[in-house]
């Protein structure tokens, strides 16, 4: 997520550690990260696994222009500033929505379904398509790939905060995540091909700061103006940082691209974008239209054989848009795991998590948003932590530890809340999802990039943004999904004697029953947010089992201690 801001922030407190070994192995991972090969920086940090996915030349016959490299100091500030600007308004609208779900419901009068079609049609689009886009912009070059990304998000946000109805926001929003899909690929890049390496640290770093705040400032500033205003003004941010950013990167970007004497890997792009959106699809209407449903298992049976085809088509391509010969790496399998079980859990939570603080509590977005930060706050403290405890207990147990953390912490939210129960019945499982989560995605995020050689940096990074994404994806469709079909299943036995009017309002979502109650028709509230909790407690179990069936795969495919390729056949441990 790219997701979270507090997973940015994780990630990037992670990289600072006391202890020899650790600084030993930061010392290996960065000449990972900013070390050269045939002239090309190769990035791979834990943070900037938002982006990279360039082809190495050993491997795809490829090679970066050397002209990229930029001397002027003033035209550096110009393309880090286009650079950042472009990257925080794709952060930002990855989470800006969830405040204003309440809002979305009763303006469009969209059921809970609808609302979270529009929440993660953006992800959807975004995971679906990064990595093929991605290859895209080395291939075309990355300038005119930004320049259009740049266009169309900014006329999607425009769009969405335009949109008369929710299937014309729904379409703004999958066009965003296309959008988003060329940006995020492409900044990064156009950082690490202009900057000299003697900068090039400091640049990723105010990159990598960017992303770490991006969603938290989205959030916080979502709640804001969604209280103070309409939540159509959150659209307004993400369309000015385009148009600042446009300009520079007009200018100040130089024209790069990685020269292939290999084709382009199109059915291999085509077949991974069919396998993520059928096996989304699956997840997110089974629970509404029912696991054996035409649709879901049209969707089913697309998203298999895309996978299936994507696998087939790659293992034979010369220039696959991924190996998955790497995925036999059980490290590097245990990591990816991992890291998309946590961005499950994160995003698919916080969709969760603002209803219940907005619908059930009656909070307004800001201090919504607000209740969120402990959360984070203990994410980042407990990444902080993750590698020395890894030292002790080894990788492996350390991950493990910190995926059965989180699962408590869901297991807690799905049996400590209940219609009548406030802030404190919350905060015990935010504070071990929050602590596990921490504990688990640096560690994670390493097992990746640790698990390769140097001259494969470019795809760790790539695997690292398809788990993210991902992940993100399926937790939102999944836990979303489950708490829409609870509330619908429970609301009608409680709506015995409720005027029809009343009743109709009710069954599309708890935002409609909470707006259509007047002061006679308060049972009709107190039914909503008893069938919210109940659909709510659905979505944790299953998201704890979820965690459960992950958590014993990287235990059983993990590696027991931390470890890191120089890339010259040698260890780290």
């Not at 990037?12 to 090969?37: D, F, I, M």
């Not at 609208?93 to 969830?98: A, C, D, F, I």
């Not at 009656?362 to 209740?371: E, F, I, K, M, N």
Request: charged content about 10%; some cysteine; aromatic content about 6%.
């Amino acid at each position: 997520m790219p997701t979270s801001g507090a997973s940015g922030v994780i990630e990037a407190s992670a990289r600072v550690v006391p202890s020899e070994a650790a600084r030993t192995r930061t010392e290996h991972l960065r000449k990972l990260t900013y070390g050269q090969s045939h002239g090309e920086p190769t990035l791979s940090s834990p943070e900037a696994s938002l982006t990279a996915n360039l082809p190495h030349p050993r491997r795809s016959g490829s090679s970066t222009t050397a002209e990229a490299l930029v001397s002027d100091p003033r035209q550096r500030r110009s393309i880090l500033v286009a650079m950042c600007a472009a990257l925080l308004a794709v952060v930002a609208s990855v989470t800006g929505l969830n405040v204003a779900q309440p809002d979305l419901a009763s303006d469009f009068d969209a059921s809970q379904g609808t609302v979270l079609w529009i929440m993660n049609g953006y992800v959807l689009t975004l995971a679906a398509l990064l990595l093929p886009l991605g290859a895209v912009g080395d291939r075309q070059g990355r300038k005119p790939v930004l320049l259009v990304g740049l266009a169309v998000f900014g006329v999607a946000s425009a769009g969405a905060g335009l949109a008369p109805s929710a299937g014309l926001m729904l379409a703004a929003r999958l066009l965003g995540g296309v959008g988003a899909a060329m940006i995020m690929p492409v900044t990064l890049a156009v950082i690490t091909s202009t900057f000299p390496a003697q900068e090039r640290v400091r640049a990723i770093g105010v990159w990598t700061g960017v992303a770490g705040v991006g969603a938290v400032l989205g959030m916080l500033l979502s709640g804001v103006l969604v209280d103070a205003a309409s939540w159509r003004f959150l659209f307004v941010f993400p369309v000015v940082l385009v148009l600042f950013a446009f300009a520079p990167a007009w200018h100040s970007v130089p024209s790069s691209r990685a020269h292939s004497k290999r084709p382009f890997d199109l059915i291999g792009s085509l077949t991974s974008v069919l396998g993520v959106v059928g096996i989304v699809l699956f997840l997110h209407e089974g629970p509404e239209r029912g696991w054996w449903a035409v649709g879901t298992t049209i969707s089913l049976a697309c998203g298999i054989l895309g996978t299936a085809g994507f696998v087939v088509w790659d293992l034979r391509h010369p220039a696959p848009l991924l190996d998955m010969r790497l995925f036999r790496n059980g490290r590097l399998a245990s990591g990816s795991v991992a890291l998309a079980a946590v961005f499950a859990v994160h995003a698919g939570s916080a969709v969760l998590l603002f209803p219940f603080f907005q619908n059930v509590l009656g909070w307004s977005g800001v201090l919504s948003a607000v209740a969120l930060l402990p959360m984070a706050g203990l994410m980042a403290i407990a990444s902080g932590l993750s590698t020395r405890l890894a030292e002790r207990i080894g990788s492996r147990a350390t991950m493990t530890t910190g995926l059965i953390v989180t699962g408590t912490g869901l297991v807690l939210l799905a049996t400590s809340v209940s219609a009548d129960s406030g802030y404190l019945a919350v905060l015990p499982g935010m504070v071990a999802a929050g602590s596990g989560m921490g504990v688990s995605m640096p560690l994670a995020t390493e097992s990746i990039t640790g698990a390769l050689p140097q001259d494969q940096q470019g795809v760790a990074s790539a695997l690292n943004d398809i788990a993210r994404e991902i992940g993100a994806a399926v937790g939102i469709a999944l836990l979303g999904a489950l708490l829409s079909a609870g509330y619908r299943s429970n609301i009608g036995s409680r709506l015995d004697g409720v005027p029809t009017a009343a009743a109709e309002a009710a069954r599309k979502g708890i935002a409609q029953a909470i707006a259509s109650a007047g002061e006679r028709e308060q049972a009709v509230a107190r039914a909503a947010r008893e069938s919210f909790v109940a659909g709510w407690q659905s979505a944790m179990w299953a998201g704890a089992s979820l965690v459960a069936v992950l958590t014993a795969f990287v235990f059983m495919r993990g590696t027991k201690n931390l470890e890191t390729h120089t890339g010259y056949g040698e260890r780290v441990a």
